[in-house]
């Protein structure tokens, strides 16, 4: 049977088994489209990486004699929308069957089980052949329990996949988790290696982006766009984290500093999230490369790498599938606010927020502390709209795609899902802030003060935030001693805290 595959543009895993044998009779069909590209503003570097990386994989297809309809942006042939481009090709090459691949997307999975149906030819679904799990695999974990803690997947997931274990029940190193060494502040040593860059131009693509009206976010060069873009560029990025950023990265995973973006963070997640390289050739490739050099790389750091993939990377896919399409409008603190505009162009007076705005802006990237402590923290303690929240936290990051981000944003930093991501949520004041790193040196406010113009806005948004919301938090044990404290707050300060962070919710762009 005359026979068309669809590869969407964050399935790029030349690895499937889709590809071991080539047919005259099958056609691998890829589009580049407005409607992907329009559903939320995204970021320049975004569309471009998704765009180029769509491109090279075309390319490699070829290279191993399949036959590829590829639509580029401004192909006249290109409808931009899924079904009307699907239509179309099935009626000129008279195909007799169609193929996809489970999508990662609440939304495409109900687009293309509509558009199956309504087809006249038969259809087929299979796996992406990326995950370690499938999509009910968390939910069927935590079937009957009380809590969904992400550590205890975790570590089920290293006894199944035989990960860094000393017999099947016990862990390498005697402990599952070593969490605890993973909070250095970096000071200026140990020297961070620069990150591996690319430094393509993309002008041409660029032009095409623009002249199609696609309208994005954030800021690009394009003389030196630095993300991987092929299959053979992600490996070098994987191979570079091994060689020179793994010994390291557990120490500094939750560092912040004003002069480096990237600490010793590995850039594999747009690699990863576009499935050029799959979690489990990323824990192979690390744990090998850790196994050769044990004399130099503590078990912190590889423990601490693998534990955000095998963990967090897994599960939160797993609570995606449990918990779509509520989930998406989740907002257990009723927050309704607007974000600050700042977030869209980085003009801020508050160091922290400075910095980590600009930084999403300039490179699409921001690292888990910063996408957690600073941004959604500001966010949270300002009690912003979690749809604002989710929109932005989609568009600007590279790899922001929805299972990933929604769970993260809107569960792990909003806390918007009440509890199910994360026991608590993760608010604080600006000591965190300063204790993590050095934004606060630099700052026009003072971290160590709570009233006056100068104070920290985080010191009293932090209480006011407990204060509004301490309705929501009194049965839950892990906010019992910020609770408390709170009670024994006397009037005047409180008071304090309150009047201000009205004035700092009100017009957060004066801040
Ligand atoms: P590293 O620090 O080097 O970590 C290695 C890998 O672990 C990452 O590439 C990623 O695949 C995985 N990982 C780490 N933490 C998580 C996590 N919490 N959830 C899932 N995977 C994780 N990650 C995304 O891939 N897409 C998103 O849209 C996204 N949005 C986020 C929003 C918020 C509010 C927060 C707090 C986190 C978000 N994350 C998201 C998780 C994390 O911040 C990024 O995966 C990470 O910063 C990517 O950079 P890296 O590859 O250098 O990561
Ligand atoms: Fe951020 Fe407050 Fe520190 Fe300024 S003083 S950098 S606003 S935490």
Sequence with gaps: KKTLRLILGDQLNLNHSWFENKSDNVIYFMAESQEETSYVKHHIQKVVAFFLSMRNFKKDLESQGHQVIYFQIDDKNNQQSLSDNLNKIIKEEEIEHFEYLYPDEYRLDIKLKTICNKLSISSQVKDSEHFYTQREDVENFYKGKKEMTMEYFYRDMRKKHEIMMLNAKKPEGGQWNFDKSNRKKWTGKPP???FKAFDKNVEDVLKQIETMGIKTMGRIDQEKFPWPTSRKECIEVLNYFCTHLLVHFGDYED????????????RL????NSKMLSPKEVIETTLDYYYDHKEEIDISQIEGFIRQILGWREFMRGVYWQEMPGYKSKNEL????????FYWTGDTKMNCLKHAVNQSLDDAY???IQRLMILGNFALLTMTDPDEVDAWYLGVYIDAIEWVELTNTRGMSQFADGGIVATKPYVSSGSYINKMGNYCKSCQYSVSKKEGEDACPFNNLYWNFLYEKQEHFKNNQRMNMMMSLLKKM???TLNHHISRSKKIIKNPSNF
């Excluded at 009723?334 to 505009?341: A, I, V």
Aim: charged residues 25%; negative net charge; hydrophobic residues 35%.
């Design 269 to 272: 997640s747009f690699a990863m």
């Design 334 to 341: 009723q927050n309704t606010n607007k974000l600050p505009d």
């Design 255 to 266: 560092a912040l500093h004003t002069d480096e973006k990237f600490l010793f963070h590995s």
């Design 490 to 492: 006397d009037k005047e």
């Design 366 to 368: 921001a690292h888990h």
């Design 192 to 194: 961070i290696p620069k």
